[in-house]
């Protein structure tokens, strides 16, 4: 379970500044069992119960049809860099809560509105150092995401939101 803080202030609705501290709650896992000579035998020991602060990360957007919104008022088009400084690692490497460098991740969002319906897509690709944890491979990942967003009343907003992504192997 993770808790974000987040704060962000935008400059002439054009340019978005901001900044997320991502706080882990509870994580647990279990052992990591690999067969050695046919026989089970435990490699990594799970963590039961960690928690602690993950990577921050900062936030540049820039909004690429302010200058048109009389024109494209139902849309939005966005260029997004996210940056993150590996305090997770810092602090607990054991714990798998960050990553171990800093990570560079640009996507391009946009957004739709009808009635009383926002609809998000963003794709991106997310830049990190390639690593390896027993057999499993980790590194570049495309990275996508859809949110929705039904206005039930003027200061009432139900939310969706899925997001993801898919190594490069």
Not at 1 to 6: C, F, G, H, M, Q
Not at 8 to 35: L, T
Not at 53 to 62: G, P, Q
Not at 108 to 137: C, P
Request: charged residues 20%; contains cysteine; aromatic residues 10%.
């Amino acid at each position: 379970s993770t808790i974000d803080l987040l704060g962000s202030f935008s400059i002439c609705e054009i340019f978005e500044i901001g900044i997320a501290m991502p706080i882990v709650v509870h994580q647990s896992g279990e052992d990591a069992i690999h067969k050695i000579n046919g026989v089970d035998t435990t490699i990594e020991t799970g963590r039961q119960n960690s928690a602690g602060i993950s990577d921050m990360r900062f936030h540049l957007k820039l909004d690429l049809l302010n200058a048109l919104k009389n024109r494209f008022d139902n849309f939005g088009l966005a260029r997004i860099t996210v940056m993150s400084a590996p305090l997770g690692n810092a602090i607990n490497p054991d714990d798998f809560i960050g990553e171990s460098t800093v990570t560079v991740q640009p996507k391009l969002a946009f957004e739709t509105k009808f009635w009383r319906i926002r609809l998000g897509v963003n794709l991106g690709y997310l830049w990190t150092k390639d690593k390896q944890f027993w057999q499993s491979e980790r590194g570049h990942r495309l990275t996508y995401g859809l949110g929705a967003e039904l206005a039930m009343h003027e200061s009432v907003k139900l939310l969706f939101e899925v997001y993801g992504n898919n190594a490069f192997s």
